[in-house]
């Protein structure tokens, strides 16, 4: 049972690193949390920087950054467009969603604020952790026209044991039928 656990903790991690292709509306960067000084975590951190990599490349004219208050400091998403932007993002390429606690929220929230902007049901790259990809292009495709994920790479540790987590998670999102 734990090979098997640990054979698809690896599937979905590496599944999570291929690169997108084409042109989207819009770049998605699911929310993480903030540090309790006000700074993204690394994990934030990477997603901000691989979503600023990924528009600065033509990808899509726009990245909306998804995220509610957590404990510290501002929103995930200010925290981490505050990131993207200190690295080269443009500020009218910024938007923010800042009510969402969970990648199913990440979704709808996201999805209302492209809707409100002339972009219902638009396509998406969603920009998280390798191993989430799966997750977040299932729960996203409930909302939007086509999702494309791509995750950033932590350090091998980090993967692992986000991996390692995100097995159950997917095994529940399933039988909850959130997938």
């Given at each position: 049972?734990?090979?098997?656990?640990?054979?698809?903790?690896?599937?979905?991690?590496?599944?999570?690193?291929?690169?997108?292709?084409?042109?989207?509306?819009?770049?998605?960067?699911a929310?993480?949390?903030?540090?309790?000084?006000?700074?993204p975590?690394?994990?934030?951190?990477?997603?901000?920087?691989?979503?600023?990599?990924?528009?600065?490349?033509?990808?899509?004219?726009?990245?909306?950054?998804?995220?509610?208050?957590?404990?510290?400091?501002?929103?995930?998403?200010?925290?981490?467009?505050?990131?993207?932007?200190?690295?080269?993002?443009?500020?009218?390429?910024?938007?923010?969603?800042?009510?969402?606690?969970?990648?199913?929220?990440?979704?709808?929230?996201?999805?209302e604020?492209?809707?409100d902007?002339?972009?219902?049901?638009?396509?998406?790259?969603?920009?998280?952790?390798?191993?989430?990809?799966?997750?977040?292009?299932?729960?996203?495709?409930?909302?939007?026209?086509?999702?494309?994920?791509?995750?950033?790479?932590?350090?091998?540790?980090?993967?692992?044991k986000?991996?390692?987590?995100?097995v159950?998670?997917?095994?529940?999102?399933?039988?909850?039928?959130?997938?």
């Amino acid at each position: 049972m734990l090979l098997v656990w640990m054979t698809a903790a690896a599937w979905l991690d590496r599944r999570g690193l291929r690169t997108p292709e084409g042109s989207f509306d819009a770049i998605v960067v699911a929310g993480c949390r903030v540090m309790p000084d006000g700074r993204p975590s690394p994990a934030l951190a990477r997603r901000a920087e691989l979503a600023t990599e990924l528009w600065r490349g033509g990808l899509a004219p726009r990245v909306v950054f998804t995220g509610g208050v957590g404990d510290h400091g501002g929103s995930e998403a200010s925290v981490a467009a505050a990131h993207a932007r200190s690295r080269g993002l443009r500020a009218d390429a910024v938007w923010l969603e800042e009510r969402s606690t969970s990648t199913e929220e990440n979704a709808r929230y996201a999805a209302e604020v492209l809707a409100d902007a002339g972009l219902p049901r638009a396509r998406v790259l969603v920009v998280s952790d390798s191993y989430h990809v799966l997750r977040c292009e299932r729960v996203f495709g409930r909302r939007f026209d086509e999702v494309v994920g791509t995750g950033s790479r932590s350090v091998p540790y980090a993967r692992a044991k986000g991996a390692m987590r995100e097995v159950p998670v997917l095994i529940a999102y399933a039988l909850l039928g959130r997938l």
